[in-house]
């Protein structure tokens, strides 16, 4: 099994179809991780991907590189807020849309960088516009970590100190704020396969196309043509040069790779090879039981939240108030406050005890470890002395998802113990409902991710459907016409063909046709009585092996090749030839066939002599000239002759 057999195999059977990628690149990666694993050779690696179907995956990160990084590149994303944005951004009105595709998003820093931009941009006017960027990739893994917007903090090292304060939180494994999560859409889509996200105004696609072979990178520059808007914008990696000589592109700046879409060329014609999707969205109106469940546990929890005589503060990952009670609010000396949305440490509960933060701090240090510990609040008619606890509220894969903050006024001890019951009661159903919520917020944030861009590759699809299916009607009416055309001149071909042949076949001399080689194509019957050889024996041998006298046969040969050369006719007077034991005088007529831009072929004509001229000749032979008749003063009096004579038979027969 080589290669190609392989890649084959993964499309079909694994749904990868890695055949547009450069060969080299997928040989030496694919070797690579059959090194990994001890395998000799394709077929034993096939076996293995077989009883392991998780090794596709492994394979997918192996050829997949996914080299990102925020900012990458400082002086092209300067290019992108200094110029590129405003042009796009400013002439948008209160209402207006703004969309954007990130192709080949990898783990999501580039279309983040994109994100940061566009809220700079438009400031807190920014919830006047419908912001929607797109960003796709064909790795699963590489699309959740995107999703989840956490970042170690030395992939921040780009990001401007004012916006990872802006636009990250200060946590331990920093994570991109909700406003600006909420702006991307990520999804699963192949670039060589899969429908566009079409009408876009802006598209980045950094060195993604260096992956794929040239046919394939031409496939999907039509893609990304397709989907932009007129004079969007495309933005490559710097070590992509594709467009350099394309007319679907206009350069912004050749450096950076920066292009805007022309509007005089007209998007190619894109086919997807990919099977659409089963899922059918849900309508907007419809709730999933999903969906009602959720509403059930809100409202459920919201109610006990109410009801519970502790002050009760949640948390969210990134420590943003989700929710308060009154109790606790009363108790913090906050009655009429509204905590919820804001930071814990720009909060005024941050203010009333300072510890709180520290503790919260230790808290994320020691995920298992509950926090308790005491602290003065002072209120208006005094102070409060609140035992406050911080508990960790872990998700289904054992990471933080949060926290809970429990204060109680321990003023009056002789409530502490039904105080603590309550609160230990109340943690373990509000860490049950919040994970459950958290659960089912990221199932909602997921479906409804795939149902957008679901919706975007069907409207794709019915679009190149509808151009396709014109095309196609054009083509079948051009094929139609030229089948018209091709029967007529074909009728018309056997026609002329069909006289040409009967021609030469009904006339009384001898004639043959030699083609461009000077093989026998033709033979008439003439030639057959003449040379008691019949067409079936001859036809197809050259001129130098026809069975007739040697003489008269190697002077044809040596004529033949200076008619072709010259393209000019001849007449070779009083040929002798031994004909049924007699021996006949002929003039033999040598004519070219002319074909454009090819060698001519030859028609040859034996035409017998009368037999006045054969008395003539024998006297002219007794005054003591060759019997040839090939001298050049008689030369010149037969090729006079000629023009009126068997020449212009031969011309006549030419013409026909």
């Known amino acids: 099994m080589n290669l190609e057999e392989f890649l084959q195999f993964l499309a079909e059977e694994r749904e990868f179809d890695l055949r547009g990628y450069k060969p080299t690149t997928l040989e030496r990666r694919i070797r690579k991780r059959m090194g990994q694993l001890a395998l000799p050779d394709y077929t034993t690696y096939v076996d293995y991907v077989r009883a ?4 596709t995956n492994q394979l997918l990160d192996t050829i997949l590189i996914n080299v990102t990084e925020f900012f990458r590149d ?21 209402g207006d849309s703004f ?102 105004q802006m598209i980045v696609c950094r060195n993604v196309l260096i992956y ?36 679907m592109f206009k350069p912004v700046d050749s450096r950076w790779r920066i292009f805007r879409k022309n509007h005089a060329e007209e998007g190619r014609e894109i086919r997807r090879s990919s099977s659409s999707r089963k899922d059918e969205p849900m309508t907007p109106n419809e709730k ?34 989700l929710t308060e009670n009154k109790s606790a609010l009363a108790l913090w000396g906050l009655s009429g406050s509204k905590l919820v949305g804001q930071h814990i440490a720009e909060s005024a509960l941050a203010s009333r005890c300072p510890e709180l933060v520290q ?76 994970e459950e919520l958290e659960t089912t917020n990221e199932e909602l944030q997921s479906t409804n991710e795939e149902l957008e861009t679901t919706n975007e590759e069907l409207q794709s699809t019915n679009e190149e459907l509808e151009t396709t299916n014109e095309e196609l009607q054009s083509l079948n009416e051009e094929l139609e016409n030229m089948n018209e055309e091709l029967e007529f001149r074909t009728r018309e071909l056997d026609s002329v063909n069909s006289r040409y042949a009967e021609t030469l076949e009904r006339m009384p001399w001898a004639v043959t046709v030699l083609d461009s080689d000077g093989k ?33 046969r190697d002077g044809l040969v040596r004529r033949r090749k200076a008619i072709v050369e010259r393209n000019t006719p001849m007449l070779l007077r009083n040929q002798q030839l031994k004909v049924k034991r007699s ?74």
């Open 520 to 552: 026998v194509q033709f033979w008439n019957s003439a030639a057959e009585k003449l040379f008691d050889i019949q067409a079936n024996s001859v036809i197809g041998l050259e001129l130098s092996q026809l069975p007739i006298q040697p003489e008269v």
């Open 99 to 200: 969309r954007a595709w990130v192709a080949g998003c990898s783990s999501g820093e580039e279309a983040y960088s994109l994100a940061i931009l566009v809220a700079e941009f438009f400031g807190p006017r920014i919830t006047e516009f419908d912001i929607k960027i797109y960003a796709t990739d064909v790795d699963d893994s590489a699309l959740n970590t995107a999703r989840r917007g956490e970042y170690p903090a030395e992939r921040l090292r780009r990001v401007r100190p004012e916006w990872r304060h802006k636009y990250f939180s200060s946590a331990t494994l920093p994570r991109v704020h909700r406003d600006i999560r909420r702006m991307l859409i990520f999804g699963r889509s192949d670039l060589a396969q899969d429908a566009p996200i079409s009408h876009v």
């Open 52 to 55: 392991n179907p998780s090794e």
């Open 212 to 247: 794929f072979d040239s046919i394939t990178q031409m496939h999907i520059l039509n893609r990304l043509h397709y989907a932009l808007d007129p004079g969007g914008i495309l933005f490559l990696g710097k070590s992509e040069s594709k467009l350099s000589n394309s007319t």
């Open 288 to 321: 999933s039981p999903r969906e009602e469940e959720l509403a059930r546990v809100k409202l459920y929890y919201s109610a006990l939240l109410e009801v519970l005589e502790p002050g009760i503060f949640s948390l969210d990952g990134n420590d943003v108030l």
């Open 74 to 94: 400082p002086e092209a994303w300067d290019v992108i807020a200094n110029s590129i944005l405003p042009f796009l951004l400013k002439r948008l009105r209160t």
């Open 359 to 434: 503790r919260l701090e230790e808290s994320h240090r020691n995920p298992g470890k509950q926090v308790k510990f005491d602290c003065a609040v002072k209120v208006d008619d005094g102070q409060h002395m609140l035992a406050v606890s911080i508990r960790p509220v872990n998700g289904e894969n054992g990471q933080r998802a949060g926290s809970l903050i429990y204060a109680e006024d321990i003023s009056h001890r002789e409530k502490l113990q039904t105080t603590i019951e309550q609160l230990e009661a109340t943690g373990e159903e509000l860490q049950s409902a919040n």
């Open 583 to 656: 021996n006949l005088m002929f003039d033999v007529h040598l004519t070219p066939l002319s074909r454009d831009g090819g060698r001519p072929s030859l028609l040859l004509m034996f035409a017998p002599q009368q037999p006045e001229n054969v008395a003539r000749q024998s006297a002219t032979s007794g005054n003591g000239n060759p019997s040839g008749g090939n001298s050049k003063g008689v030369q010149r009096k037969n090729n006079a002759r000629s023009k009126t004579g068997s020449s212009g038979k031969s011309s006549a027969n030419r013409k026909k």
